[in-house]
């Protein structure tokens, strides 16, 4: 086991926030523009038109509502998007509806750093429905918050729930992984590390710590190996956004 704290690792968010909610829609109908008139990079703008659709009304357009609450998330309006997803929980009769606003509003309040707020919104998540999709994304979120909260014990328990409800699910299987390593139990963690590889979990992150797990179990000629693919891996990546960004120059 080792003694690093939080802030050493960058672990799974549950979706991840690098590009946090493809399953949703992010492009609600209401945010189509004229681009003659709006400069469609002009990020006042866009937050201008939410604002606007966020207004209060004696009858609310829960998954309307919801569409605009992941729209300021996209744009990193988070205070707005919590308030936002609070409305739709509030206000959505699907169950459905209320906890995925549920999962989100902990996103929003982890964006923000505000775990014991997020903690809270998975939890309420949680209680609607423990064994739905959006029960696991919410079960990995919660043990990211607890983790940054410094509550490392609860925090494995509920990476193993994750996994537990939903088995093909990466991102939990890679926090599971890591909280067993931090619990010293490399082999475990392995196994987990393994897992989400093979669900297609394929990054420098979880490499990184596939690589400490086998160094803890000796296998240091292997660790190495994938220390190695890990930093080529890291350095395409690096080299990509050079081109990606020389070629938007050109353009």
Do not use: C
């Not at 991840?16 to 004229?34: A, I, R």
């Not at 959505?92 to 775990?115: C, F, M, P, S, T």
């Not at 014990?153 to 193993?160: K, R």
């Amino acid at each position: 086991m080792t003694d690093r704290e939080p802030d050493d690792y960058e672990f799974s968010e549950g979706q991840g926030f690098e590009d946090p909610y493809d399953e949703f829609d992010l492009d609600p109908p209401e945010l189509d523009v004229d681009p003659d008139k709006v400069d469609p990079i002009d990020s006042r703008a866009l937050t201008d038109m939410l604002d606007e659709r966020n207004l209060a009304s004696d009858q609310v357009d829960a998954e309307e509502l919801l569409d605009v609450a992941l729209s300021y998330m996209q744009i990193n309006r988070f205070e707005q998007a919590a308030d936002a997803f609070e409305r739709v929980a509030q206000f959505a009769e699907d169950d459905r509806i209320e906890q995925e606003a549920w999962v989100n509003k902990g996103a929003a309040h982890a964006e923000l750093e505000e775990y014991d707020m997020a903690i809270g919104a998975y939890r309420e998540a949680i209680d609607i429905d423990d064994s739905s999709e959006h029960a696991a994304t919410a079960e990995t979120n919660l043990a990211y918050a607890l983790w940054e909260f410094g509550r490392t014990e609860e925090a494995l328990e509920h990476a193993e729930r994750a996994v537990e409800i939903d088995e093909r699910f990466a991102e939990a299987w890679y926090n599971r992984g890591f909280f067993l390593l931090e619990r010293g139990l490399a082999e475990d963690a392995l196994n987990a590390f393994d897992n989400a590889i093979r669900l297609g979990e394929r990054n420098t992150r979880i490499l990184e710590e596939k690589a400490r797990a086998l160094e803890e179990m000796g296998e240091f000629d292997r660790a190495e190996e994938i220390a190695q693919e890990a930093e080529e891996m890291r350095e395409e990546a690096e080299a990509d956004l050079v081109d990606e960004q020389q070629q938007q120059q050109l353009e």
